[in-house]
């Protein structure tokens, strides 16, 4: 008994016998059958290894594609480390504040001094609270959000309104995700303003970790829209670049999208 055999269970019992017998003649019973399969079995070698030439497989490696869809900034836009690790360091404390007051306010909220918000598919009710009076450009195929007195917020702000502490305490995770995608999909739609900007970051304080894949998602999509529209400012004294230059740090380095990341300089 080889010492495979030894340590492998038998499917079938095989009655031992001198018989002889020939390959190259059918079998006559099943155990005969069972016998030619162990006798063969016993010829094959332990380990097989396939004769492969490998130069045929040099033009068929899989291609690693490294561009991030992102414009590289031009000089003198893109921040340095330093200023980066501290924008890193100032997020995660407010991060931590922010966790504290959820922890201390949980047991004495106050029903009444709720804020009613949209419900999450309502993207013209948050269009309306986040911007207030507010139309898309008119090569986009979206309806205009006007105000009206139907709304589901008490937002009458014709400016919008800010990402207050008593708002985005209200929204639970599958909001602040789909609120996200929709500020997304607004920057591509018509651009990029401060107050768009405050409600990033406000949905990035409150964003929880680790990333599910559609955030991860959305997220690298803010930072190629933070890093295209960044490589076409006019002048590095745009007041949109301090805000791109935020968000991109966050979503490369806290978030850990590191290829987004500015380089080390």
């Not at 079998?27 to 399969?37: A, H, I, K, M, N």
């Not at 139309?135 to 800010?162: F, Q, W």
Request: with cysteine.
């Amino acid at each position: 008994m080889s010492d495979s055999e030894g340590l492998m269970f038998h499917a079938f019992h095989i009655e031992k016998t001198q018989d002889e017998f020939e390959l190259d003649i059918p079998p006559t019973s099943g155990q005969e059958y069972l016998r030619r399969v162990q006798k063969e079995s016993q010829q094959c070698p332990q380990v097989v290894v396939a004769d492969i030439d490998r130069t045929i497989l040099n033009k068929k490696q899989t291609v690693k594609v490294t561009d991030n869809g992102c414009l590289s900034p031009p000089a003198g836009y893109a921040p340095n480390i330093e200023w980066q690790q501290q924008q890193m360091a100032d997020f995660s404390d407010v991060r931590q504040k922010l966790s504290r007051y959820k922890a201390r306010t949980k047991k004495h909220e106050t029903p009444g001094a709720r804020p009613r918000l949209p419900l999450p598919e309502d993207a013209d009710g948050w269009c309306r609270l986040c911007f207030g009076k507010y139309k898309l450009k008119a090569n986009v195929e979206t309806a205009s959000m006007e105000t009206d007195a139907t709304a589901t917020t008490t937002n009458n702000d014709p400016e919008g309104m800010p990402p207050l502490l008593s708002v985005v305490l209200r929204m639970d995770q599958p909001t602040i995700l789909k609120v996200l995608e929709y500020q997304v999909n607004w920057f591509q739609a018509t651009g990029f303003s401060q107050e768009q900007a405050r409600w990033f970051y406000a949905l990035l304080v409150c964003l929880e970790k680790p990333l599910e894949p559609e955030a991860c998602s959305l997220l690298r999509s803010l930072a190629r829209n933070c890093a295209n529209l960044r490589a076409s400012l006019e002048s590095p004294e745009d007041n949109n670049l301090p805000p791109l230059n935020l968000l991109i740090c966050l979503v490369a380095r806290y978030f850990d999208q590191a290829d987004l990341a500015d380089s080390r300089r």
